[in-house]
């Protein structure tokens, strides 16, 4: 059954998307204005080093769109922006996301993945619990991770039961977002649901992550760092395909459920790395020193706990609600490919910081 998300049109919503400004949010704030024209986006971001508003720089403030530039954790300023604008619903992504970050400073992930998760859950129960919602049902969709369930071995899939094991401080501080979100629905009735998704991949991927990092350092000729022996295996998704089924949990999941996204992609790191290099060498040509980009593949220290397998069952959000992934990953890697190569800028400032000045640019007056 494929989905098609163009076609199950709802009609109004008013939406906080957290972190919209990130990665995953980005993306998922441009399918909202293809597919849910009527819906109005107020985009809470803090724009950390992670945040870039050159992503969303093609879309205008006005009915449906509002950029917030604030921080997840500031009580008063969630508690406002709920009422001012009547939020019936809300998609929270944003969060420190880099696990190598995490190892060296936990610390600002559990504040803003922990502390702010708790901000943005009480301030939705103090705006959507004993109020009127005639014709709207509110909806608080919870962004997590398959690294809550910790690393499997060679064989079995993480299912919405599999006990949590998480072993990074990064997939520590999601687990514990995860568990205040199901509380506040046990506890308060708070209409909560969570989705753990696997790595994604696509456009406006910060290049700290495997492949625009990888895909980066290839075009430049650089060396291509894979952990320890480079057989440690994730399941990748492309991200539209991700943001497609946070709209059927929105729409069609229920209260107090978790669904599990995965690709049913498994590739060990270093398959990643190669396929990369070998589109990379048919794209544009060997690396600047005339050789195969695979040469420049250099195996470095592991990451300390390094989790070596993440898998993914999405047989609950496949017979529930009809989502599968749509995007094959050889094109998926491919369209990932032409987006940075098309846009070779957005990378280039990100190197040289001037990204960082969109918000003075764009704000300031
Ligand atoms: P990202 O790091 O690209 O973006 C995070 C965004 O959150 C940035 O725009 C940043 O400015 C914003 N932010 C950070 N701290 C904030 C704060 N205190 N207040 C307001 N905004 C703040 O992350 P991403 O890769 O887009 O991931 C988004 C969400 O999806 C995260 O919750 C992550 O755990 C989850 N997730 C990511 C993946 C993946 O592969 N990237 C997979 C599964 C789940
Ligand atoms: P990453 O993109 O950081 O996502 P996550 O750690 O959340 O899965 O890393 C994906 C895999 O690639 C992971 O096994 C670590 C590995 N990796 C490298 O081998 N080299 C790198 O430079 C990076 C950033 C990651």
Redesign the pocket.
Same mark, same amino acid.
């Given at each position: 059954m494929q989905t098609e998300i163009v076609k199950n049109m709802e009609n109004k919503r008013v939406i906080l998307v957290t972190g919209g400004c990130g990665f995953i949010g980005a993306n998922f704030v441009h399918l909202l204005q293809r597919y849910r024209p009527t819906w109005r986006v107020v985009n809470l971001d803090a724009l950390t080093y992670a945040g870039n508003l050159r992503n969303l720089q093609a879309i205008s403030e006005g009915e449906r769109y509002r950029f917030v530039h604030g921080d997840i954790c500031d009580q008063p300023l969630v508690n406002a922006l709920l009422a001012e604008e009547g939020v019936d619903t809300v998609v929270h992504f944003a969060a420190e996301?880099?696990?190598?970050k995490s190892i060296t400073g936990p610390g600002e992930f559990i504040r803003t993945n922990v502390t702010g998760t708790f901000t943005l859950l009480e301030a939705a129960r103090r705006h959507w619990l004993g109020g009127e919602w005639p014709g709207r049902k509110p909806c608080f969709l919870h962004v997590s991770?398959d690294?809550v369930y910790g690393s499997l071995g060679p064989s079995g899939l993480f299912t919405e039961t599999t006990p949590y094991d998480p072993r990074?401080p &990064?997939?520590a501080s999601k687990a514990s977002s995860d568990h205040l979100a199901r509380a506040y629905f046990h506890t308060y009735g708070l209409p909560v649901r969570i989705t753990n998704c696997s790595?994604n991949?696509g456009p406006y991927?910060f290049p700290?992550?495997?492949?625009p990092?990888?895909l980066n350092n290839a075009l430049h000729g650089r060396p291509?760092?894979?952990?320890?022996d480079?057989r440690?295996?994730?399941d990748w998704l492309y991200v539209q395909d991700h943001c497609e089924a946070i709209v059927e949990v929105l729409e069609k999941g229920r209260d107090g459920e978790s669904y599990n996204i995965g690709g049913n992609n498994e590739k060990e790191?270093?398959e990643?790395?190669t396929l990369l290099c070998d589109l990379l060498d048919e794209k544009v040509g060997l690396a600047p020193s005339g050789r195969p980009r695979r040469s420049l593949i250099t195996f470095?220290r592991d990451?300390l706990g390094?989790?070596r397998r &993440?898998a993914i069952d999405a047989g609950k959000i496949r017979a529930e609600l009809g989502w599968e992934p749509k995007m094959d990953f050889a094109r998926g890697m491919e369209l990932t490919i032409d987006w940075y190569l098309a846009n070779p800028e957005w990378v280039a400032e990100i190197v040289n910081g001037a990204y960082r000045d969109y918000y003075e640019a764009m704000y300031s007056h």
């Open positions: 996301s880099h696990v190598d991770t690294e990074s &990064y997939s790595n991949y991927q700290e992550k495997l492949i990092l990888v291509l760092p894979v952990y320890g480079g440690n295996v994730r790191n270093i990643v790395v470095v990451r390094h989790d &993440y």
